[in-house]
């Protein structure tokens, strides 16, 4: 009998579950009968008031918690990030080899596999120095003009975002705390013997797609690289995204 797939997403840097946008219903149109639970980082989503942990592996032990409620006897747990998402998913894979059957990891980096400057290009590092100035709507455009390139999407993307950081907004102290956990995460020679899908977008303006080639690389899983999207490949492209988790985990 085949088990059902329970997937787990887990979002980026100063991100929420909300910012997924339509990506899980099309997730879950392509899965039929699969649950799927989005886990907020401390100090964002329904958890913005609390603070963001220094580490990633503190950000492991707060997020386990709702897994842990919300996983059942019998499921495939299928584990799918992004950017720092992905450094958490790496170190819960470390820590904990036995809850996650499958990962797929979205434009991610992990310090001790890739330079600085691919883990955050100068370019971006720049244009994010510019945001702790800006408030509401002009601020998530400046951050989705980084992250975004497809431009067809840039209006109806920034709409939720903007409602998003009226409704729940991520504070300074905590976009500071989660740069911190995630500049210094180190994920050393560890593999994970579960199987692991890399996905990667060459055009990528805010880290290097260098860093997921290396991961693919050291991990010796295999990659798949989006010719056009940026750092946001989610919003970008969903249907590619949910089209290369279909081939992965059918």
Not at 56 to 67: A, L, N
Not at 234 to 239: K, L
Request: glycine share 6%.
């Amino acid at each position: 009998m085949t088990k059902q797939k329970h997937f787990f997403l887990f979002r980026g840097l100063i991100r929420e579950a909300r910012h997924w946008g339509n990506f899980p219903d099309l997730l879950s149109e392509a899965n039929p009968n699969c649950r799927i639970t989005a886990i907020d980082i401390p100090g964002a989503g329904v958890y913005f008031r609390s603070p963001s942990p220094l580490s990633v592996k503190k950000m492991v032990e707060s997020m386990r918690r709702v897994y842990l409620e919300q996983k059942q006897e019998n499921e495939e747990c299928i584990l799918l990030a992004i950017s720092l998402g992905g450094m958490i998913a790496a170190q819960w894979l470390k820590d904990y080899p036995q809850d996650f059957h499958k990962a797929i990891l979205v434009n991610t980096s992990y310090g001790g596999i890739s330079t600085v400057f691919d883990r955050l290009k100068f370019s971006a590092l720049i244009h994010l120095l510019k945001v702790p100035v800006l408030k509401g709507r002009a601020k998530e455009a400046h951050i989705l003009r980084l992250i975004s390139n497809h431009k067809n999407i840039f209006d109806e993307t920034l709409n939720l975002w903007e409602e998003i950081q009226k409704d729940r907004p991520v504070s300074l102290t905590n976009t500071i705390r989660q740069l911190a956990a995630g500049g210094l995460f180190r994920i050393g020679n560890f593999k994970p013997a579960l199987p692991v899908l890399i996905l990667g977008s060459v055009h990528d303006r805010m880290v290097s797609v260098d860093c997921s080639r290396a991961i693919a690389k050291r991990w010796e899983s295999p990659i798949f690289e989006h010719p056009t999207a940026g750092h946001d490949l989610s919003a970008d492209d969903p249907h590619w995204i949910v089209e290369r988790i279909r081939e992965f985990t059918n």
